[in-house]
């Protein structure tokens, strides 16, 4: 072929460190449009972002050439670096260690798009731990709890 053509579509999920609730409504109008930078910096797509006080849910066109796991460090690392440089009483902010991913299909854009824009809502029903918890086992993702939460 003399391209290259591809269509990876990532709902990444990641928390605050211990779940903290720092993302208050302020914050987060400012930080998704710069998270949203960051993927488009990298050759990526926002599609979607949402989340709560947190957690976030982005839904990410992925470019063929850059791993998952190295798009979530670039967006943790740079978003956490802006947040202290931007509040500097967010100082103790930081991103959990490990994230969640999970592929969709074409199909499912519109779907995930109103998952991930209904979060507020969704989080007055069900918790963030519940709501993860679900995915690894929608996604048949083999886990020990203990080991989820860090």
Not at 33 to 46: E, K, T
Not at 91 to 102: E, I, S, V
């Amino acid at each position: 072929m003399g391209n290259t053509y591809t269509n990876l579509l990532i709902h990444l999920v990641f928390s605050c460190k211990d779940r903290e609730p720092w993302l208050k409504p302020g914050i987060r109008e400012r930080l998704f449009p710069y998270m949203g930078g960051i993927v488009r910096d990298n050759q990526g797509v926002l599609l979607c972002i949402g989340g709560t006080a947190e957690h976030v849910h982005m839904l990410v066109s992925m470019p063929p050439d850059l791993s998952v796991s190295r798009m979530a460090q670039l967006i943790k690392g740079a978003s956490s670096r802006w947040t202290h440089e931007t509040f500097p009483k967010m100082r103790g902010f930081a991103w959990q260690k490990g994230y969640g991913a999970f592929s969709i299909g074409v199909s499912q854009i519109p779907a995930t798009r109103a998952y991930i824009q209904g979060q507020l809502e969704h989080h007055r029903r069900v918790s963030f731990q519940t709501e993860y918890l679900a995915f690894l086992r929608k996604n048949e993702i083999p886990y020990d709890e203990r080991y989820v939460w860090g």
